[in-house]
């Protein structure tokens, strides 16, 4: 998938503007496959075998706060990020009151729902088994609609790439 390569090359241009951090061999996207029950779309799983997720800090957040360590959990909860492996793991099997309950929602929608991304707004966007990109827009008494908003995941990784971090939902 070239994307990757476009998505290293802008990546090295940003220099310290971003956290996506080379994979390491402790979770494999198998291990992360067998246990959500869903092989990953060939280009979703090509992303996830060089990064194990990772983000741009948005372009609000200053130079002086990038580059002091102290600030990377708050960096990463105000920018739009790729979860990683863990993570999706985490959120797909998280069943608490005042969370998604993805499982519960691929039953009433009848197709597999796979967080792989949270916006800077908090809000979760999945992928399906045919790597489209629906988002997550919660609605009154806890009710969810998943809107379609990419096509597939290499649209999605374009602008994303493109934007430096910045989608349009």
Do not use: C
């Not at 198998?30 to 997720?53: A, H, R, V, W």
């Not at 649209?155 to 994303?160: A, M, P």
Request: proline share 2%; glycine share 2%.
């Amino acid at each position: 998938m070239k994307n990757i390569s476009e998505l290293i090359l802008a990546l090295n241009s940003l220099k310290s503007r971003h956290y996506f951090f080379i994979r390491e061999n402790l979770q494999t996207i198998k291990q992360t496959e067998k246990k959500i029950s869903l092989k990953f779309p060939k280009d979703i799983s090509e992303f996830y075998s060089i990064y194990n997720g990772g983000f741009i800090p948005d372009s609000l957040i200053s130079e002086k706060k990038i580059s002091d360590g102290r600030f990377y959990d708050e960096i990463e909860w105000e920018s739009n990020s790729f979860l990683n492996l863990e993570d999706i793991i985490y959120y797909y099997n998280l069943d608490e009151e005042n969370s998604i309950n993805f499982k519960q929602e691929e039953k009433l929608n009848s197709k597999r729902l796979i967080p792989f991304f949270r916006t800077k707004e908090q809000e979760f966007l999945v992928f399906t088994e045919n790597s489209l990109i629906l988002w997550a827009k919660e609605m009154e008494n806890n009710q969810i609609s998943w809107i379609n908003v990419y096509p597939n995941f290499e649209s999605f990784l374009n602008e994303y790439i493109k934007n430096e971090g910045e989608i349009s939902l």
